[in-house]
């Protein structure tokens, strides 16, 4: 989860300019009755909280799919299908400015608890921890840029990271971290961030770093240059990076939104 200021949180009723998941469905979409309240039609619902940073590479791999954006007040469902939360420069901690998080947190509570595939991503990783009663805070640092993260042991038995590198480079942008949920399984770790990611069960995963950023989301997330140069991070070399990292990345990213999307 990023903490405010990361890039400037636009109000709710800004759309922001297209980007590539205006190739799904986007507001209030039809509903069905279902157990427990109003289920969207959608096979897949997913949450973006800043205008321009939608799906990225997972977006192939999205069937049947919805975007809720909170920040445009599109109404969150009651329960879904299956659920992706993406990132956002917004905290958890920030529930009485952003009521909508404490909808995100109960609907990632009840998704986990029907049996719902879920993947949260950055914020929404933030956010399934929160919802699965994991302690939620400012880490001591900002971890920007493009740093290596490793693969734990018990990932080479995981569903979706079992034939990924045992340690490669992400791209990161957070400012904030979260403890393991009890009964969770850890997946990864970074130099600066002990816990990158984590699975709950057999069906719901949380993922810090971003690994859903193409070349798109990379230059939504890059009009934030403000906080780079606030964290000594120089816009210009992570730029360079890019060219090298984010295609070696989406490969990566590839072998795991296919894995994840199976479960469908």
Do not use: N
Not at 102 to 108: G, K, M, N, Q, W
Not at 160 to 167: I, K, V
Not at 240 to 245: D, H, I, P, T, W
């Amino acid at each position: 989860m990023q903490s405010v200021g990361r890039r400037k949180f636009l109000p709710r009723d800004t759309e922001g300019p297209p980007s590539g998941s205006d190739l799904l469905p986007t507001g209030p979409p039809a509903r069905h009755r279902g157990k427990g309240g109003d289920v969207f039609s959608a096979a897949v619902i997913v949450i973006q909280h800043e205008p321009g940073e939608g799906p990225g590479s997972l977006l192939p791999y999205l069937r049947d799919a919805r975007i809720v954006r909170t920040f445009a007040a599109d109404p969150l469902p009651q329960d879904c299908e299956a659920l992706v939360v993406l990132g956002g420069g917004m905290g958890v901690y920030e529930q009485d400015r952003l009521p909508h998080l404490r909808d995100e947190i109960r609907l990632l509570r009840r998704c986990v608890e029907r049996g719902r595939p879920v993947l949260g991503i950055c914020l929404g990783s933030q956010l399934l921890a929160a919802a699965l009663g994991a302690e939620v805070a400012k880490a001591e640092a900002k971890e920007i840029g493009f740093y290596r993260v490793r693969l734990t042991p018990q990932a080479r038995e995981d569903a979706l990271f079992a034939t990924a590198p045992e340690s490669f480079v992400a791209f990161h942008w957070h400012g904030d971290a979260f403890t393991l949920p009890r009964g969770a399984v850890p997946l990864a770790s970074s130099t600066l961030t002990p816990l990158q990611a984590f699975r709950f069960g057999e069906r719901a995963w949380g993922v810090q770093f971003h690994l859903e950023t193409d070349e798109e989301v990379f230059s939504a997330m890059m009009a934030g240059e403000a906080e780079l140069r606030e964290a000594g991070v120089d816009p210009e070399h992570l730029r360079s990076q890019s060219v090298r990292e984010l295609p070696r990345l989406r490969s990566i990213a590839q072998g795991v939104f296919a894995r994840w999307a199976e479960l469908l």
